[in-house]
């Protein structure tokens, strides 16, 4: 059967941000398309909430054109608006209320018909119904996080919206979570979603990595990494800092990441790293090992690069 060709739920070219004069997003071009998990990365400040929200019609650019789930981002923005989901970072819902008394009030906000009962359905699809009657400021974190993630679907969107939607929650609600989204993807949503976290981005199926409101990468986890072309060794044991200092003043070492008591070091010309690792691998005080090279290091790398690139 010949491959059917993805939908487009977004298309943007050139989008162009500022606020009081400062650039934050500039010249961005995306597309995305449906049933995909993108994620936004970047350090604070780098345009991606902004980006985001541009894309999705919530903001209005300066300049740049494009459309999203088919209406135009800067004309239809209201039609857009009534098919997203947005989770925020900050718990936004009334803590004095009960779980089912919150979901209830977010339906009747989008003027749900059967109301009651697609509350009922959300709170079982989020696992919620036996702390339908709860009082919402008694819920964990993790807790708070699932009534989140349902009210943000209750109205059946066909994009989601995800700012740092796991800040402050554990692991293994972060996984559940993580779970959740997949399925729902999976059923035809497409999802954005800002994050700091690099082991939620591999759980992406694409990754977009924002830096001073410019694209810098983009791609899955393992594109990332092949386009870098970076190498990677890692150095174990004891006054690890005393040689990260002297490495970051070798020419064949591009970085130096400092991870617990081990070290990353990177560098683009392979073989001229493997030549120093070969010479320095007698130190018995420092075990030298090759490795594959992570998205971790990747981003570490970029974030590197663009603060030198940044510097007076």
């Given at each position: ?55 999705c019609g919530l903001l209005t650019p300066d300049s740049g054109s494009g459309q999203c789930l088919g209406y135009d981002i800067t004309t239809q923005s209201e039609k857009i608006r009534q098919q997203i989901g ?5 718990f936004s819902f009334y803590e004095d209320m009960t779980v089912v008394e919150n979901l209830d009030f977010v339906g009747e906000l989008y003027g749900l018909a059967n109301r009651a009962r697609r509350v009922n359905d959300m709170m079982a699809q989020f696992g919620l119904t036996p702390r339908r009657q709860q009082v919402v400021g008694t819920l964990s ?172």
């Amino acid at each position: 059967m010949p491959e059917t060709t993805p939908t487009p739920v977004i298309e943007v070219k050139d989008l162009v941000k500022k606020f009081d004069g400062k650039t934050v997003v500039n010249g961005v071009s995306i597309h995305v398309n449906e049933g995909e998990i993108v994620g936004f990365l970047g350090p604070n400040g780098s345009g991606k909430t902004t980006t985001i929200r541009l894309m999705c019609g919530l903001l209005t650019p300066d300049s740049g054109s494009g459309q999203c789930l088919g209406y135009d981002i800067t004309t239809q923005s209201e039609k857009i608006r009534q098919q997203i989901g947005y989770m925020t970072q900050k718990f936004s819902f009334y803590e004095d209320m009960t779980v089912v008394e919150n979901l209830d009030f977010v339906g009747e906000l989008y003027g749900l018909a059967n109301r009651a009962r697609r509350v009922n359905d959300m709170m079982a699809q989020f696992g919620l119904t036996p702390r339908r009657q709860q009082v919402v400021g008694t819920l964990s974190g993790g807790w708070k996080q699932r009534l989140a993630l349902a009210a943000s679907v209750i109205h059946t969107p066909k994009l989601l919206l995800l700012d740092e939607p796991t800040a402050g929650v554990d692991p293994n609600a972060r996984r559940e979570f993580w779970d959740r989204i997949h399925d729902l993807a999976s059923k035809g949503l497409t999802v954005l979603v800002s994050t700091h976290y690099i082991d939620e981005a591999e759980r992406c199926h694409r990754v977009i990595y924002v830096s001073d409101g410019q694209v810098v990468t983009r791609g899955t986890a393992d594109e990332i990494i092949d386009q870098a072309n970076l190498s990677t060794w890692v150095v174990r044991g004891d006054n690890l800092e005393t040689l990260a200092h002297a490495l970051e003043k070798r020419p064949e070492v591009r970085q130096v990441a400092r991870f617990g008591r081990s070290l990353h070091v990177l560098g683009t010309d392979a073989a001229r790293l493997d030549a120093l690792a070969e010479d320095l691998r007698d130190d018995p005080d420092h075990d030298w090992q090759r490795a594959d090279t992570t998205l971790e290091d990747v981003l570490i790398d970029l974030g590197a690069r663009n603060d030198r690139a940044a510097a007076p």
